[in-house]
């Protein structure tokens, strides 16, 4: 299975640019890089996905490395409310069960003021 | 609204007892997830649904059980044969395809006595 591995937990400045690596040296051609995150005792919120290249939205960018064995997620301008747990999710493919959402333990992003 | 609701937020059952656990979804989305959560960890598979009348077990299905037979609702039994009930259980739905995101509840919070 194609699993993550993240760092348990990192700091940012507010205001400046927080960026989350992730690993996923198993993922197959088909899978997806999904980030979400999640604040304390609420669920996950989706913010961003990706094959093979780089994808921005209006709350961050993904850049994946062109052997997509890695990932790293852009905050551009960090606010305190993006304190929480980031998830790198490896969305794996199955032909007998189908697709599934694999979680690993995430990284604790704090926004220092 | 569309959406995806877990209820209750908070329960409180005996030792011993089978809990069920509620979630609905209006988002029209074929897959259906349950997820487990404990204090500092990450999410880990319960069961999942790709259709209507089909579910299949995820990491840690002892214990648990479901049922779809609506494809709206997809509500988790908590046996007593689960040795360890007590934690924070998420809801997702997501399409089917490997291209689209998962949408979580707010989760509930089964502690037991």
């Known amino acids: 299975d194609a699993k993550t591995t993240q760092p348990p937990s990192m700091d940012c400045a507010e205001g400046r640019a927080a960026n989350l690596p992730c690993n996923h040296s198993?993922?197959?051609?088909?899978?997806?890089v999904y980030w979400y995150r999640q604040i304390h005792s609420q669920g996950p919120q989706y913010i961003i996905h990706g094959l093979k290249n780089n994808e921005t939205n209006e709350m961050a960018s993904l850049i994946i490395t062109e052997d997509r064995k890695s990932s790293t997620l852009i905050l551009p301008h960090a606010t305190l409310r993006d304190t929480a747990v980031y998830y790198c999710?490896?969305?794996?493919?199955?032909?007998?069960?189908?697709?599934?959402?694999?979680f690993g333990t995430g990284t604790s992003l704090t926004v220092i003021p | 609204d569309g959406g995806i609701t877990q209820s209750p937020k908070y329960l409180f059952r005996k030792e011993g007892q089978n809990v069920t656990l509620s979630c609905e979804q209006n988002?029209?989305?074929?897959?259906m997830y349950w997820y487990r959560q404990d204090p500092g960890q990450g999410l880990r598979l319960i069961y999942y649904?790709?259709?209507?009348?089909?579910?299949q077990k995820g990491d840690i299905a002892e214990g648990y059980s479901v049922s779809r037979e609506k494809k709206e609702s997809f509500p988790l039994t908590v046996t007593s044969a689960q040795k360890n009930p007590t934690a924070f259980y998420l809801c997702?739905?997501?399409?089917?395809?490997?291209?689209?995101?998962?949408?979580f509840g707010q989760g509930t919070r089964l502690t037991v006595v």
């Open positions: 198993t993922i197959s051609g088909n899978e997806y």
């Open positions: 997702a739905s997501s399409l089917t395809g490997l291209n689209t995101e998962a949408f």
């Open positions: 999710i490896v969305r794996v493919a199955r032909l007998s069960t189908g697709n599934q959402f694999y």
């Open positions: 649904s790709q259709i209507v009348n089909d579910f």
């Open positions: 988002l029209n989305h074929d897959a």
